[in-house]
Protein backbone atom coordinates (compact mmCIF):
# COMPACT_ATOMS: atom_id res chain seq x y z
CA UNK A 1 0.00 0.00 0.00
CA UNK A 2 1.70 3.04 -1.33
CA UNK A 3 -0.99 5.02 -0.67
CA UNK A 4 -1.77 8.36 1.61
CA UNK A 5 -5.35 9.12 1.52
CA UNK A 6 -7.20 12.29 2.51
CA UNK A 7 -11.03 13.30 3.15
CA UNK A 8 -13.03 15.10 2.04
CA UNK A 9 -11.77 15.71 -0.90
CA UNK A 10 -13.93 19.26 -0.86
CA UNK A 11 -14.76 21.07 1.59
CA UNK A 12 -16.50 24.52 1.93
CA UNK A 13 -17.17 26.31 5.23
CA UNK A 14 -18.23 29.56 6.36
CA UNK A 15 -15.79 31.82 8.84
CA UNK A 16 -17.63 30.86 12.20
CA UNK A 17 -17.77 27.15 11.20
CA UNK A 18 -15.28 24.22 12.69
CA UNK A 19 -14.18 21.90 10.34
CA UNK A 20 -11.16 19.52 9.89
CA UNK A 21 -9.18 17.62 7.58
CA UNK A 22 -7.83 13.97 7.68
CA UNK A 23 -4.95 12.01 6.16
CA UNK A 24 -4.02 8.69 6.67
CA UNK A 25 -1.30 6.43 5.24
CA UNK A 26 -0.23 2.77 6.09
CA UNK A 27 3.59 2.40 4.63
CA UNK A 28 4.87 2.91 8.18
CA UNK A 29 6.24 6.23 7.66
CA UNK A 30 7.29 7.65 10.60
CA UNK A 31 7.41 11.97 8.72
CA UNK A 32 4.07 13.31 7.55
CA UNK A 33 3.50 17.05 6.33
CA UNK A 34 0.54 19.55 5.65
CA UNK A 35 1.07 21.83 2.83
CA UNK A 36 -0.92 24.89 1.22
CA UNK A 37 -0.83 25.39 -2.42
CA UNK A 38 -2.95 28.06 -4.30
CA UNK A 39 -3.71 28.19 -8.32
CA UNK A 40 -0.60 28.24 -10.30
CA UNK A 41 1.55 28.08 -7.40
CA UNK A 42 4.25 25.71 -5.47
CA UNK A 43 3.16 23.64 -2.27
CA UNK A 44 4.46 25.49 0.80
CA UNK A 45 5.14 23.89 3.94
CA UNK A 46 2.57 24.28 6.99
CA UNK A 47 3.72 21.47 9.50
CA UNK A 48 6.21 18.73 10.00
CA UNK A 49 5.55 15.80 12.34
CA UNK A 50 8.36 13.22 12.88
CA UNK A 51 7.65 10.12 14.98
CA UNK A 52 4.28 12.07 16.21
CA UNK A 53 6.07 14.85 17.29
CA UNK A 54 5.70 18.56 16.04
CA UNK A 55 9.11 19.07 14.48
CA UNK A 56 8.26 22.08 12.22
CA UNK A 57 5.18 24.74 12.00
CA UNK A 58 5.86 27.47 9.81
CA UNK A 59 4.49 30.29 11.65
CA UNK A 60 0.81 29.07 10.80
CA UNK A 61 -1.89 30.94 12.25
CA UNK A 62 -3.38 29.47 15.19
CA UNK A 63 -6.77 28.49 13.47
CA UNK A 64 -4.76 26.01 11.69
CA UNK A 65 -4.20 23.44 14.66
CA UNK A 66 -2.72 20.25 13.48
CA UNK A 67 -2.99 16.87 15.44
CA UNK A 68 -1.28 13.55 14.84
CA UNK A 69 -3.12 10.98 16.82
CA UNK A 70 -0.67 8.10 16.18
CA UNK A 71 2.01 7.15 13.67
CA UNK A 72 -0.74 6.61 10.28
CA UNK A 73 -2.99 9.56 11.48
CA UNK A 74 -2.73 13.33 10.92
CA UNK A 75 -5.29 15.41 10.99
CA UNK A 76 -5.56 19.52 10.38
CA UNK A 77 -8.39 21.32 12.75
CA UNK A 78 -9.50 24.83 11.01
CA UNK A 79 -11.57 27.40 12.47
CA UNK A 80 -12.39 30.68 12.64
CA UNK A 81 -10.56 30.79 8.70
CA UNK A 82 -10.51 33.58 6.44
CA UNK A 83 -11.33 33.52 2.51
CA UNK A 84 -7.79 34.15 1.53
CA UNK A 85 -7.39 30.20 3.38
CA UNK A 86 -8.75 28.74 0.53
CA UNK A 87 -6.91 26.61 -1.06
CA UNK A 88 -6.36 22.83 -2.19
CA UNK A 89 -4.63 21.31 1.33
CA UNK A 90 -1.77 18.64 0.69
CA UNK A 91 -0.79 15.70 2.66
CA UNK A 92 2.46 14.03 2.68
CA UNK A 93 4.31 11.15 4.70
CA UNK A 94 7.80 10.20 3.85
CA UNK A 95 9.91 7.34 5.57
CA UNK A 96 11.87 9.69 7.80
CA UNK A 97 12.39 13.32 7.99
CA UNK A 98 12.29 16.49 10.87
CA UNK A 99 14.10 16.29 13.87
CA UNK A 100 17.25 15.94 12.34
CA UNK A 101 16.66 14.01 9.25
CA UNK A 102 16.30 14.30 5.25
CA UNK A 103 12.82 14.89 4.09
CA UNK A 104 13.60 11.94 1.70
CA UNK A 105 10.90 10.88 -1.29
CA UNK A 106 7.42 12.77 -0.20
CA UNK A 107 4.47 10.67 -1.00
CA UNK A 108 1.39 13.03 -1.59
CA UNK A 109 -2.47 12.26 -1.16
CA UNK A 110 -4.67 13.60 -3.60
CA UNK A 111 -5.72 16.71 -1.25
CA UNK A 112 -8.50 18.62 0.00
CA UNK A 113 -9.95 21.30 -1.73
CA UNK A 114 -11.20 23.95 1.01
CA UNK A 115 -13.41 26.70 -0.16
CA UNK A 116 -13.97 29.36 2.56
CA UNK A 117 -16.71 31.74 2.17
CA UNK B 1 14.60 29.76 0.98
CA UNK B 2 12.69 29.39 -2.04
CA UNK B 3 14.83 28.03 -5.11
CA UNK B 4 14.98 29.65 -8.72
CA UNK B 5 13.87 27.33 -11.26
CA UNK B 6 13.63 28.08 -15.13
CA UNK B 7 12.51 27.78 -17.70
CA UNK B 8 9.03 28.85 -16.19
CA UNK B 9 7.13 27.18 -19.48
CA UNK B 10 7.95 24.97 -22.27
CA UNK B 11 6.77 23.62 -24.89
CA UNK B 12 7.66 20.45 -26.76
CA UNK B 13 6.68 17.95 -29.67
CA UNK B 14 6.86 14.84 -29.00
CA UNK B 15 9.93 13.15 -28.57
CA UNK B 16 11.66 16.55 -28.33
CA UNK B 17 14.56 16.67 -24.87
CA UNK B 18 14.21 19.75 -22.20
CA UNK B 19 16.04 20.71 -19.46
CA UNK B 20 15.18 22.21 -16.56
CA UNK B 21 17.41 24.03 -13.85
CA UNK B 22 16.84 24.64 -10.27
CA UNK B 23 19.66 26.84 -8.15
CA UNK B 24 19.52 27.79 -4.67
CA UNK B 25 21.59 30.38 -2.64
CA UNK B 26 21.71 28.17 0.04
CA UNK B 27 24.02 25.02 0.74
CA UNK B 28 22.04 22.10 -0.17
CA UNK B 29 21.63 18.87 1.53
CA UNK B 30 19.19 17.58 -1.15
CA UNK B 31 17.57 18.46 -4.05
CA UNK B 32 13.94 16.70 -4.81
CA UNK B 33 11.98 16.76 -8.34
CA UNK B 34 8.08 16.49 -8.54
CA UNK B 35 5.67 16.46 -11.49
CA UNK B 36 2.26 17.61 -10.96
CA UNK B 37 -1.05 17.19 -13.46
CA UNK B 38 -3.69 19.83 -13.21
CA UNK B 39 -5.99 18.46 -10.53
CA UNK B 40 -3.71 15.84 -9.10
CA UNK B 41 -0.88 15.28 -6.32
CA UNK B 42 2.73 15.89 -7.28
CA UNK B 43 4.03 12.56 -7.60
CA UNK B 44 8.23 11.90 -7.23
CA UNK B 45 10.75 12.07 -9.79
CA UNK B 46 14.07 11.88 -8.73
CA UNK B 47 16.41 12.94 -5.39
CA UNK B 48 19.62 13.67 -5.09
CA UNK B 49 21.75 13.78 -1.92
CA UNK B 50 24.68 15.84 -1.39
CA UNK B 51 27.91 13.58 -1.78
CA UNK B 52 26.05 11.71 -5.22
CA UNK B 53 23.87 9.42 -3.91
CA UNK B 54 20.49 9.19 -6.43
CA UNK B 55 16.88 7.85 -6.44
CA UNK B 56 14.43 8.29 -9.08
CA UNK B 57 12.69 6.97 -12.09
CA UNK B 58 15.06 5.03 -14.86
CA UNK B 59 13.82 7.48 -17.71
CA UNK B 60 14.15 11.00 -16.11
CA UNK B 61 18.36 11.86 -15.43
CA UNK B 62 19.01 14.78 -13.21
CA UNK B 63 22.52 16.08 -11.99
CA UNK B 64 23.38 17.86 -8.58
CA UNK B 65 26.01 20.30 -8.72
CA UNK B 66 27.16 21.12 -4.68
CA UNK B 67 29.17 23.75 -5.52
CA UNK B 68 27.20 25.98 -7.76
CA UNK B 69 24.11 24.49 -5.35
CA UNK B 70 22.39 23.95 -8.90
CA UNK B 71 20.55 20.96 -9.96
CA UNK B 72 19.48 19.91 -13.78
CA UNK B 73 16.29 17.57 -14.74
CA UNK B 74 16.72 16.14 -18.43
CA UNK B 75 13.49 14.94 -20.19
CA UNK B 76 14.62 13.35 -23.31
CA UNK B 77 12.57 11.84 -25.95
CA UNK B 78 9.82 13.28 -24.24
CA UNK B 79 6.29 11.56 -24.29
CA UNK B 80 2.96 13.51 -23.93
CA UNK B 81 2.67 11.99 -20.12
CA UNK B 82 5.24 13.85 -19.27
CA UNK B 83 3.32 17.15 -19.30
CA UNK B 84 2.46 18.52 -16.86
CA UNK B 85 4.46 21.44 -13.85
CA UNK B 86 7.74 20.00 -12.47
CA UNK B 87 8.80 21.72 -9.21
CA UNK B 88 12.19 21.43 -7.68
CA UNK B 89 12.31 20.68 -3.89
CA UNK B 90 15.25 22.17 -1.94
CA UNK B 91 16.42 21.33 1.33
CA UNK B 92 18.82 23.12 3.29
CA UNK B 93 19.81 22.88 7.68
CA UNK B 94 17.50 25.58 8.66
CA UNK B 95 18.50 25.63 12.75
CA UNK B 96 17.79 23.29 15.60
CA UNK B 97 17.31 19.86 14.53
CA UNK B 98 15.93 20.59 11.32
CA UNK B 99 16.05 20.34 7.86
CA UNK B 100 13.56 22.25 5.41
CA UNK B 101 12.68 21.61 2.11
CA UNK B 102 10.92 24.39 -0.28
CA UNK B 103 9.52 24.31 -3.81
CA UNK B 104 10.35 26.91 -5.99
CA UNK B 105 7.86 27.82 -8.60
CA UNK B 106 7.46 25.57 -11.29
CA UNK B 107 8.16 24.50 -14.70
CA UNK B 108 4.63 24.64 -16.80
CA UNK B 109 5.89 21.89 -19.85
CA UNK B 110 3.59 20.97 -22.59
CA UNK B 111 4.30 18.14 -24.63
CA UNK B 112 2.26 18.65 -28.24
CA UNK B 113 2.01 15.45 -30.36
Known amino acids: DTEVTQTPKHLVMGMTNKKSLKCEQHMGHRAMYWYKQKAKKPPELMFV???????INESVPSRFSPECPNSSLLNLHLHALQPEDSALYLC????????????????FGEGSRLTVL | QQPVQSPQAVILREGEDAVINCSSS?????VHWYRQKHGEAPVFLMI?????EQKGHEKISASFNEKKQQSSLYLTASQLSYSGTYFCGTEYYSGGSNYKLTFGKGTLLTVNP
Open chain 1, 49 to 55: YSYEKLS
Open chain 1, 92 to 107: ASSQDGGRGRFTGELF
Open chain 2, 48 to 52: LLKGG
Open chain 2, 26 to 30: KALYS
